[in-house]
Structures are given as C-alpha cells and as structure tokens.
C-alpha cells in the first residue's frame, strides 16, 4: 500500500511540475508581452521592464496559487502575507539570477540572448525549487511522518 501512494505522489507531483511550467509560459508571456507594448508606447525600456517584470510576477502568482499549488495556499491572514512575501522573494532570485547570467554571459562574449536563454532555464529552477519546497511548502500533519 505504501508503494502505491508514493507511486500516486510521484504522479501528482509531475503534473504540479507541468502546471507549474505552464504557469511561468504563461506569466513570461504576460512579461514579454507588456513590455513590448509598453515599448511601443513609447515608454523607455527600464521602467517598461520593470512593469512587465511586475505584471509578470503578479500573473505567476495568480496562476500558481490557483492551478499549481491549489491545495498549499494560506487559507489567509499572516500566513497568506507571509507566503506572498515568499513568493516575490522567490521571483527576485530568479530577476537576480537572470541579470547576472546575462550580464557575465555578455561580459564573457556569449551572444546575450543565448545568456538570456540559459539565465531562464536557470531562473526557472531555482524559482521551482523555493516555491516548492518552501513557499507552498505543505508541513507534515502530525501521526502522518517527517
């Protein structure tokens, strides 16, 4: 029975993992793609950056808590501010990442769009791995193990 479970926890945990790619497909969309119309707007690329960034996060956040993670998210109150938090720290590693990937790649001579490329793949892992683990970290219930 046990083997069974942790066949089925398995299963789920690659579907969480194809819906959470979904989600960031979805979240870098809505970040490329304001920044692109923000940029034709007329806008200068620092501050559209920043407001597709930031429309970004708010779209993986939305995506995450509501088709991702659906059964880890605070029921509200402290616990709901604090895994927010979590969360935008989680996406400022992964802004982090990504501009020192792209910043070294360039100032090594690699194409910045291939750095921009790998700095993803990169920024997207990381940023997994703490939401996972620690933003939408479920604790173990007591009698149930670890």
Do not use: N
Not at 21 to 33: E, F, K, P, R
Not at 125 to 133: E, G, H, K, Q, Y
Not at 134 to 139: A, K, L, P, Q, Y
């Amino acid at each position: 029975m046990h083997a069974a479970a942790a066949s089925i926890l398995a299963k789920l945990r690659d579907i969480r993992f194809v819906r959470y790619v979904l989600a960031s497909v979805g979240a870098l969309a809505v970040d490329v793609g304001s920044f692109l119309a923000l940029l034709a707007l007329g806008v200068t690329a620092a501050p559209a950056s920043f407001v597709g960034y930031s429309l970004g996060i708010l779209a993986h956040w939305l995506m995450s808590s509501r088709a991702v993670f659906v059964g880890d998210v605070a029921a509200g109150g402290i616990a709901r501010t604090r895994q927010k938090a979590l969360f935008v720290i989680s996406a400022l590693a992964g802004l982090a990442l990504t501009t020192a990937i792209v910043g070294l790649g360039a100032r090594g001579g690699i194409d910045p769009r291939l750095a921009k490329i790998a700095a993803i793949a990169v920024s997207f892992l990381v940023t997994w791995l703490i939401r996972s683990r620690i933003v939408f970290r479920t604790d173990p219930q007591p009698g149930k193990g670890g």
